[in-house]
């Protein structure tokens, strides 16, 4: 399939047609199949649907039906299909692609089989119809390991990197020069189930730094490893009619009372620049509002008390990780956007390195590194072999913490000697913990263990995800048991994904699509019934504005928008939401049986100390008074039981109280989810 194959268009539209595309890799046959609004509202549906005909034979990739608006965030590119890493259906999404993808002319793209070599599939409408070309990347292993010398500026590029700039070298001269995008996966897609996909904007042929991803549920490594796609390449010369914001500015008075422009100005003021606390993005909202709440050392800062919380928060986050972020990016305002028009500029950076917060967290204080130049090596190598970042950031945390524990030799999975670690367990005292020193030794520990995982066959068991490296070490190590440190939560057999970095119990609960914000979490304290209850809820929030193809750093207009938005201008039914609703049942009804109660001691002792955090906050435990009074001692208080359980320390008894908080959650997410329609 060497020769652009083109197709003919069943119609024609001023907008992005509800047409799909599906190519069969094996043998370069492709089919294009009209879909009404009845059937096809957006990019989660398509997938959804599709899976239920394909299952895991499968992938898709697709976008919303504003992406040819004016509107800014909703211009996100959306995959779906199996995730060996979940081991259930997934979905996953890059900032900004759809912005050019929508210049392919057609919104929904199936890939079924698999091509005979690592290959790249090219989307392009040539000015006349949609073409389809598959080229092999016969040097795909030497571009990821040795990299690519980029031309325009002798930039030396890596990795998935190196990769997407090739491929536009190559091929990218038939696009129109603005209308053109590159994706592609790292080695990681090629030895883990946790490989992401890379995308990064292009100006002038060059891609830029602001890297993109679809990131989280190893949606790269499906790609990879069970389609043999390594790249893309999307765009071409299809326009969309022309439509300015005003357009929609009476919906958006009629909603909020004020036009477009104002109301996206003030709702996402957290990923902008919030002049009430003089910083911007995910990086810098999230610990500018932390406080004690900080996960450090493996979460080993859970067992700290709260002073010592706070001591290292100022000393070693505000006073120095924190303040480089400011002084270096907030102050001199080096702000971009995703790939599309969008005047919240949420990507942080300080020059070629994006700063974000989960990433900069579980590659940062996760693994003991509290300084940028640190955090900077590590995150920059991860993200270009392509391994989701918090993925990797909790296993390698885990792995610091026993190796530092005595638990096992580490050279044994071809790491470094644990001499070279400095990682002592939690502190908060600068005399034991060189901010600068011992960030950077833990960086170069990091280093050669992301290089172990990918090229060292004693590192194998790593390859398998964190839940099954932790059964192999406690099978391999039965006196350390080193897998009992690990945090991560279960689906199925084998899958598993690192918790999002909230200590919240919303990003522990039992939803069937984890490692994503599908879930409550706040820190507002709730039962565990009304947490199952929210996290129903904010499922479908979060499903109407995926659907809608929407990025969620605009959920504040996005989500109560979105149904008016699709109605009054792209003609959908006038029963978007309701549509999403049954769309979440559907996949709740496949997906939740999966679920899996924590596996390891470290979450119950999170558990544990979740309340005693609670206690140290003099939180109001009035919402979990009936949950505790079946523990109470006569005339106890809720703040007397749980002070008398947490002074006890019994395993035992706080195994037995997770197991009923955790299937207390899940019940009420069962029933919430059957009541949603009602709603």
Known sequence: ???????TLLRTSAWLPAQSLTIALNDGSTMLTERTAETITGPIEYGWRIYQQYGRDAFTFGIGRLADSPLAGTRRLFVCGYSHQWES?????????????????????????RAAQPSVLILRHDGNA?????????????????????????????????????????????????????LAVGPAAAVTWEGTIVSNPVEKGAITWVSEFCGRGGMGSTLFRDFHVA????????????????????????????????????????????PKTGTGGTFGSNYAAMGDKILSFHYQSVFAPKPERLAQMERFVRGHYWKQFQEETIANKQFEHCGEPCSVACKKMNGPHKKDYEPYHTLGPQIGIFDQRAAERVNDFADAMGFDAIQLGGTLGWLFEAISAGDFDPTDLGLP??????????????????????????????????????????????????????????ARYPQTRPGDRAVYLAHGERGALVPNQYFVPGMFSPMPIMGKYYVFYGHDLLSPEALGQWNVARMIGELISDNAGMCRFHRAWG??????????????????????????????????????????????????????????????????????????????????????????????????????????VRTAQIAAMAQAHQR
């Not at 949609?130 to 040097?139: A, F, K, Q, S």
């Open 1 to 7: 399939m060497n020769a652009p194959q083109p197709l």
């Open 417 to 474: 000697p644990a001499h070279e670690l400095r990682f002592r367990g939690f502190t908060a005292n600068p005399e034991q913990f060189d901010l600068v020193a011992d960030s950077a030794a833990n960086a170069d520990y990091a280093l050669r263990a992301i290089a172990a995982i990918l090229w060292d066959e004693r590192a194998a068991p790593l390859r398998e995800g964190v839940r099954v490296a932790a059964q192999t070490l406690n």
């Open 231 to 274: 790249a893309l390449l999307v765009g071409g010369a299809w326009e969309p009619a022309k439509e300015s914001t005003k357009a929609y500015d009476p919906d958006f008075e009629a909603r909020f009372g004020d036009r477009y422009v104002k109301v996206e100005q003030r709702t996402t003021v957290k990923y902008s620049f919030d």
């Open 130 to 182: 949609p073409t389809v070309t598959l080229e092999p990347i016969p040097d795909l292993e030497t571009l990821w390991r040795v990299g690519y010398r980029r031309a325009s500026d002798g930039a030396q590029l890596s990795g998935a990197l190196a990769v997407q700039q090739a491929m536009l070298d190559r091929f990218g001269a038939a696009f129109p020069s603005k209308q053109v995008r590159a």
């Open 559 to 664: 989500e109560p928008m979105a149904e008016q938005l699709l109605v009054n201008h792209r003609g959908l039914p006038a029963d978007y939401n309701e549509r999403v609703k049954r769309l979440a049942q559907e996949l709740f009804a496949a997906e939740e049986a999966a679920s899996r109660f924590w596996e390891t001691p470290r979450l119950i002792e999170l558990f544990a100390h979740y309340w005693r955090w609670q206690r140290e906050n003099g939180v109001d435990l009035s919402p979990v008074a009936a949950f505790f009074a079946p523990e109470a001692q006569p005339g106890e208080t809720t703040e007397q039981t749980i002070d008398r359980l947490l002074a006890a320390n019994d395993r035992t008894t706080w195994q037995r109280l997770a197991q009923r908080y955790w299937e207390t």
């Open 89 to 113: 259906f997934y979905l996953s999404s890059a900032g900004g692609v759809a912005y050019t993808f929508k210049h392919f002319g057609i919104p929904w793209v199936t890939l079924v089989g």
